[in-house]
């Protein structure tokens, strides 16, 4: 029996994980883990991919994939906890065993996250612990740092905190505008996010008393890309 204070995603090589994505726009994380897995390079399922706007071009994208999408629209519900409770509902119905957010823009509920603690992670556009919300790049440049990057992390009751599992990074250049940092950040959180579930699809990496495992050992930082879009102790 798995101790409470650990949530294990198990999933050896020959099976598939399911999982859900939650996402809210363009969705072009999500179309980085559609093509790894058409490419024999994710072991997962898509049970779902849901959202909080039903134009969401993730949304279209997953239906011409064949996989069941819904939307919710927050201003239908009373209160933000209203609406994560049936979200969740629906995501645990759907037989997920994790929750990726892909560009889900919302704040979620601390009960709701409590249920999916060790299953539930995040993509993020910055370098946690810094610039946790939004305008992360604006806020890189404003800082004058020398580098930004991406990180996922296991969600937790605290807004883009959790334990982070593993991280990309890209210089910042002298001409970078917010626009352009954000387009030389894209490709890298899409092979982040393919890395980070493809590792805990294979049982690598799991959450256990507040801080990420990698290979049976606690993290004491987070894991690195490398170039070849492997994860590798940083
Ligand atoms: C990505 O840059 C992701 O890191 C960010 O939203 C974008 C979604 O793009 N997420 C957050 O800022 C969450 N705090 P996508 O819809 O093309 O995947």
Known sequence: MIPASESRV???????LPIAVLASGRGSNLAALLDAHAAGKLPVEFKLVAGDHAGAPALRNAEAHGIPTFALEPKSFANRREFDEALFANVAASGAGLVVLAGFMRIIDPLVTAQWTGRMINIHPSLLPKYRGLHTHRKVLRHGDAEHGASVHFVSAELDGGPVIAQARIDVRAD??????????????HRLMVACVAA????????????TWFNGAPLAAPLKLDGDGRLAAA
């Open 10 to 16: 198990p999933s050896p090589e020959s099976r598939q």
């Open 200 to 211: 805990i699809a294979r049982g690598m990496l799991c959450q256990r008393d507040g801080r």
């Open 176 to 189: 970078d505008t917010e626009e352009s940092l954000a387009a030389r950040l894209l490709p890298f959180e």
